[in-house]
């Protein structure tokens, strides 16, 4: 039999739209405008989980978003989500749900035993237990620990479907589709604003679904409904439903996640699953509402002690009466509302207990002014211990208790930037303090627990959010309603409560808990917290939180705001990881930044790398070619016996002009420029103004007031950003503009010794570039290919005759082509970054590896390009004594004496015959390489008093792979020392 | 000529014609790739800011937009791109090169003028959809309250920089992004329209 | 935390770059003569030596995602209330 526990009538479900689900395997019915918990109540299934700690059977305790028992698996196999709670998941047909944490079987809890290890498993257990022997830990306590507890599984295989981040911006937004949230809505949005309204739940409402209520000429549902209608009718109001606002930043910026499609088995075709939103917002207004208190007793977590105005939820809205007998423990006048809507329901109130002396009897129902000091049962709550004011105790045979402890305002998203809240006694709560600018606070969640002050405050705040954003506004008239009385009185526990007493459900924390952490000295709020995880499950201590400060507060026999108060962080409400990345997974985790010739070496085979964005090419590897190290090999010998291609598109290029263009470069490089000649490159080095270097490149002048300057890859942008400081910060007087051109052009290195050879089958007017009409450091604007404009300059980083052809990017591909064409004859190859790391190293220039933020000019064998003449940035503080001392580590070369021997970047040396310690560290190996030429390894490093120290063997020790090599010093160009290759 | 032939767009290839993502109902955007488009950065010399703007007054009847606006002159575009500078558009389909060529001498001494019509890769994004696509990448706010047409803006979209303005009341877009990341822009951009269907025409 | 740009309005501070202390000058680039310290010293406090100060702030920040100004935001660092955001340059 199914639904057996669903009224005949009434709620907001929709009976003609029956949906199937499962829970642990077995089939059951709800309906459209069920959560999962409202179904399984209905259907009269009442235990859905273990507890973290004890595994004790629990239930249901709310219909929220507060909910810490009733957490389940959703969905199978790769969608599997755990730890999603019952009371938010809305159903939907074919839902698969699956209890979590027990083992073998929910009602067969093998793990139970933990409850009956209870003795030894106090707060702070696994500090004092699992600590000896150390060795242990990882082996045994912690696999073990992990098995035991943690929640639900992760499905362990990629998430198959796709997740949003998207921004919005609005003039007011409204959290929360409550009374107040309703109403403030109304207001901004009559007045013109653009309003966003989020609402967590998949229904607009708040308590307005979940009372008996009437508003105005309606039930409060209907209400809801219509206010809805209007909202949506307005153009400039955007309601998202299913959306929770999760955080609360800095500048009117909040974080909301949309569950767009968690309703479904599988999202539609291109739709995601989530869409987490940055919203933008002018105004806010906060109406999230309040949870309500658990109150403290023994055997608070039987399954079947539910909160009450969650059950009035499940009677009002999803029309399900959860049990037949009940008990109503409250200590508010909220409890005459519960008793009145669970007879209405057909449940028999046996009584209600009420702890005030002063507590007004409710009509012919049985008032006992007391407390319940235990729940009794097993898997399902059977009956009640009470003890009256009177000292009397009796016991009450019933299969629900509505308890309610008073409110707590969901003040969360007020606090994130830092605003105390404030407690306030007459509400026995805490009330958001400071407020983020532009925050209002309205409805329960600003303590209102009237109706008609929540719609009243709602309108009056949306109008004045939208005041503030330049409109006029006029709050909506306040429907009528009738008067309701809220009075509370605290109870923060049962004294002589027999049996467990859970202040914090989802962490398995009781009072004892707490009250050991006092005697054990954890007395701060911060401590209690971390001492017994009070607060700290997934539900964030939403019912947990003030109960445990209360009664860290009474044993230590301070006030509560003494004691302290609770302080929230974003998030709100969890957030999938796949949700915080978006588009931004697998390939587009960032962006690729693509060469001009990508395409070309991708149909050639090439293996990429990642420099920065930019993915290049590493190497070409031919077919039969074993490994890596066989093709930069033949790479790097064909570039010296003939000619190689490379494509070095990616290197930061700026275009810079302006009659004080020269004397700007001066004053950014070490080196000058203003005495370059035009149709001339120059190599420059930049330090930072610590006297460090920076960067280098080589800079070409292209007419009396423009420069074409270059940057490594890397620094591309951060050196644009320098040279704007520079400009902007420190010489605005200077007339001097600057333009990033990196992806304008198209940028070829073609190196050896037959480069001029292949260039002059491309280039339009081959005897422009002969030797002697274009020598080495020449540049020359010229055409190629038939008529494109183009730019050749001639520089080297390899050390052989070579050049950098520039051209318009959407002819790299063409040109790539045309010079792997005309160089056939020549035996042209492309290269690789592989392969210009080796040539580099042969040559003994430095790159990133010795650019590495530590080095001066003057380490690197630079010192010379240091201008005496001029200002530059770097200039004073690279003299500083320490930046010129003698002792600092200088740039020169290592060879292995054993030939076979291979070298290690990273290594460091030490002098023979001494011990290889920190102390006695000389320096280290920037950058290794295995030379075709030489026929094998050579180094580039750092060691002190190099230059006295030529021939010199020293041992190049690597403890981190293990290892040590000898080595011996040497100058670091290894090829070609006079550089006669270049000028061909 | 052999010129033409051999130029390649960094979207080769990807830039069909047809209809994508969500089948039914009428595409939530069109999206294009703009060809021919020259472009090149005009940023003032200093003190030249008068002469500058008389420059182009005089030569395409265009005021220069001292704010993020796009300002139409005879057969070019400039986009305000930062202060004292400008992307000059042209849609005459020009060589490579040719806008610098065009421009240098008419700013001669009073703006310096860089070729960029190969950095960049210019799209189009038109339909009623076009703004919940672009808030998927987008941080600004494109509310026609906002951001209207003839609006620039120089941002961010999907961590890669872009320059966007709104072209008419569709509302039709352009976005101009540095041609290395065309491709992951236009993963971004096809997988946020997915849902609403995009078609190329 | 928003920053409004002078030139493009208002934006999130992913779009900008911090660098720090808007107050300090740098020196001229002569090199101090040996023995003045006062010189050598200015130099050390304008490249390392920043306040702190509990309160408000004037700080350099760069619309690296934008029109590439270099901008002076006054900042109260206590609740990152921005009160005042100008140009660098003249």
């Given at each position: 039999m199914s639904q057996t526990s669903r009224l005949a009538s009434g709620g907001l479900v929709d009976r003609g739209r029956p949906l199937s689900f499962t829970f642990d395997g077995a089939r059951y019915e709800g309906f459209a405008g069920d959560t999962l918990a409202a179904a399984l109540l209905a259907n009269g299934q009442r235990l859905v989980g273990r507890s973290f700690k004890y595994h004790r059977p629990r239930g249901i305790l709310s219909a929220g978003p507060e909910e810490p028992n009733a957490l389940v698996e959703l969905r199978a196999g790769a969608r599997r989500e755990p730890n999603t709670k019952a009371t938010t998941i809305e159903l939907y047909d074919g839902l698969a749900a699956d209890s979590q944490h027990r083992w073998p079987s929910l009602k067969g809890d093998l793990l139970a035993v933990n409850s009956l290890l209870s003795p030894f498993l106090p707060a702070g257990f696994y500090y004092k237990t699992f600590m000896w022997p150390a060795s242990f830990w990882e082996k045994v306590y912690e696999p073990m620990i992990r098995r035991a507890a943690g929640l639900g599984r992760a499905s362990g295989v990629s998430d198959p479907d796709h997740y949003e981040k998207a921004t919005a911006h609005c003039d007011v937004l409204v959290i929360g589709s409550g009374p107040a949230g309703l109403m403030a809505a109304l207001s901004a949005g009559r007045a013109g604003a653009r309003v966003i309204l989020c609402e967590e739940d998949f229904r607009l409402g708040g308590r307005c679904l979940a009372e008996d209520r009437r508003i105005g000429d309606s039930r409060a549902s209907a209400w809801a409904e219509t206010v809805e209608r209007q909202l949506a009718a307005m153009p400039e109001v955007r309601i998202m439903r299913r959306t929770a606002v999760c955080g609360t930043y800095d500048g009117g910026a909040y974080l909301a996640l949309e569950r767009v499609n968690d309703h479904l088995p599988v999202p539609p075709a291109h739709e995601p699953r989530q869409r987490l939103w940055h919203i933008i917002a002018r105004q806010s207004v906060l109406a999230a509402g309040g949870v309500e208190r658990p109150l403290v007793f023994g055997?608070?977590?039987?399954?079947?002690?539910?909160l009450a105005a969650s059950l009035r939820s499940y009677v009002n809205r999803f029309a399900v009466a959860p049990g037949q007998r009940a008990v109503v423990f409250a200590n508010n006048d909220d409890a005459r509302r519960t008793v009145a809507d669970l007879r209405k329901a057909g449940v028999a109130v046996e009584a209600l207990v009420d702890p005030r002396p002063d507590a007004a009897k409710p009509g012919d129902l049985r008032l006992i002014q007391g407390v319940v000091t235990s729940a009794k049962g097993g898997r399902s709550l059977e009956g009640v211990e009470i003890l009256g004011g009177d000292g009397k105790a009796e016991s009450i045979a019933c299969d629900l208790l509505a308890m309610s402890g008073g409110w707590n305002p969901s003040i969360q998203l007020s606090n994130h930037l830092g605003g105390a809240p404030v407690w306030d006694e007459t509400l026995a709560a805490f009330l958001a303090g400071p407020l983020p600018a532009g925050m209002q606070v309205v409805g329960t969640a600003a303590g209102s627990l009237s109706l008609a002050d929540c719609l009243r405050n709602g309108g009056e705040a949306g109008a004045k959010a939208a005041e503030a954003c330049g409109f006029t506004a006029a709050p909506e008239p306040v429907p009528s309603v009738e008067r309701d009385s809220n009075a509370v009185s605290p109870l923060w526990r049962v004294k002589g409560s027999r049996g467990k007493a859970f202040v914090d459900f989802q962490n398995d924390v009781t009072t004892k808990d707490v009250e050991l952490a006092e005697r054990e000295g954890y007395r701060s709020v911060e401590h209690l917290k971390r001492y017994t995880t009070l607060g700290m499950a997934t539900d964030q201590g939403r019912t947990a939180n003030v109960n445990g400060l209360a009664l860290m507060a009474e044993l230590t026999r301070r006030s509560i705001p003494e004691t302290g108060a609770t302080r929230f962080r974003p998030p709100y409400a969890p957030i999938a990881i796949g949700a915080l990345a978006g588009h931004h997974r697998g390939k587009d985790f960032r962006p690729t930044r693509l060469p001009p010739s990508h395409q070309w070496a991708e149909a050639r085979g090439a293996v990429f790398v990642e420099t920065g964005m930019w993915l290049r090419a590493q190497w070409y590897p031919l077919p039969g070619e074993k490994d890596w190290q066989t093709s930069v090999d033949r790479e790097v010998k064909q570039v010296r016996e003939a000619v190689g291609v490379c494509d070095v598109s990616t290197l930061g290029k700026i275009d810079v002009q302006g009659t004080d263009a020269g004397a700007f470069l001066d004053r950014l490089y070490c080196n000058t420029f203003s005495t370059l000649a035009v149709g001339k490159a120059r190599y420059g080095l930049m330090l930072r103004e610590d006297g460090l270097v920076m960067d280098d490149g080589t800079t070409s002048r292209l007419a009396q007031d423009r420069f074409f300057m270059t940057t490594t890859t890397a620094n591309a942008a951060k050196v644009m950003q320098h040279m704007e400081f520079c400009h902007q910060v420190l010489w605005p007087e200077l007339d001097v503009q600057m333009v990033s051109v990196s992806e304008q052009w198209a940028q070829f290195s073609i190196a050896g010794p037959r480069s001029r050879d292949v260039l002059q089958r491309i280039?339009?007017?081959?005897?422009?570039?002969a030797n002697d009409a274009m020598p080495y450091l020449g540049v020359k604007d010229l055409t190629v290919l038939g008529g494109i404009r183009a730019r050749l300059f001639r520089i080297s980083f390899s050390g052989e005759m070579a050049y950098e052809l520039s051209l318009p990017a959407r002819y790299g591909d063409a040109a790539i082509r045309a010079l792997m064409e005309a160089g056939r004859e020549f035996g042209i190859i492309p290269y690789g970054t592989e392969a210009l790391g080796v040539m580099r190293v042969e040559k003994g220039h430095v790159a990133g590896n010795e650019l590495n933020?530590?080095?001066t000019a003057g380490d690197l064998g630079l010192g010379r390009m240091m201008s005496s003449k001029k200002d530059y940035i770097g200039r004073v503080m690279a003299g500083r004594p320490g930046l010129v001392d003698p002792d600092r580590p200088r740039f020169t070369g290592f060879k292995p004496v054993n030939k076979a021997d291979r070298l290690r970047a990273g290594a460091h040396f030490i002098a023979q015959g001494a011990e290889a310690t920190a102390k006695n560290d000389q320096g280290f190996m920037t950058s290794v390489a295995h030379s075709p030429i030489l026929g094998h390894w050579i180094g580039l490093g750092l060691l002190a008093h190099a230059t006295e120290r030529m021939g010199e063997v020293v041992r190049a020790c690597d403890p981190l792979r293990g290892g040590e090599v000898l080595v011996e010093v040497c100058d670091p160009v290894f090829y070609d020392p006079k550089g006669e290759r270049l000028h061909g | 000529m052999a010129e033409a032939a051999a130029a390649r767009s960094a979207l080769e290839g990807l830039h069909r014609p047809g209809r994508h993502g969500k089948a039914e109902g009428a595409p939530g955007v069109t999206l294009a790739e703009l060809q021919g488009i020259g472009l090149a950065s005009v940023i003032v010399r200093k003190g030249k800011a008068a002469q500058a703007s008389e420059a182009a007054k005089r030569s395409f009847g265009v005021d220069l937009p001292e704010t993020p606006r796009r300002a139409e002159g005879k057969g070019i575009e400039f986009l305000w791109a930062g202060p004292g500078q400008w992307l000059a558009l042209s849609r005459d389909g020009l060589s490579a090169g040719e806008l610098e060529a065009r421009l240098a001498p008419v700013f001669a001494g009073l703006a310096s003028v860089a070729e960029q019509s190969d950095g960049r890769t210019v799209l189009r994004i038109a339909g009623p959809k076009a703004r919940d696509v672009l808030a998927k990448g987008l941080p600004i706010d494109l509310h026609p309250r906002a951001f209207r047409p003839g609006d620039t803006a120089l941002t961010v979209a999907a961590l890669i920089g872009a320059q966007i303005w709104q072209v008419d009341e569709v509302p039709t877009y352009e976005l101009a992004v540095f041609r290395g990341f065309a491709l992951s822009f236009w993963h971004f951009l096809t997988e946020s329209a997915a849902e609403y269907g995009w078609e190329i025409r | 935390m928003r920053i409004k740009c002078p030139y493009c309005g208002e934006r999130g501070n992913e779009e900008f770059a911090y660098h720090g202390d808007a107050t300090v000058k740098r020196p001229d680039g002569r090199i101090p003569a040996a023995g003045d310290d006062a010189a050598f010293q200015a130099w050390m406090d304008y490249v390392y030596l920043r306040d702190n100060p509990m309160g408000v702030h004037r700080e350099l920040w760069y619309h690296a995602s934008g029109c590439h100004a270099w901008l002076v935001v006054t900042r109260d660092v206590r609740n990152h209330a921005i009160s005042a955001v100008e140009p660098v340059k003249p």
């Open positions: 055997g608070n977590d039987k399954p079947g002690v539910m280039v339009d007017a081959p005897d422009a570039i933020g530590q080095t | - | -």
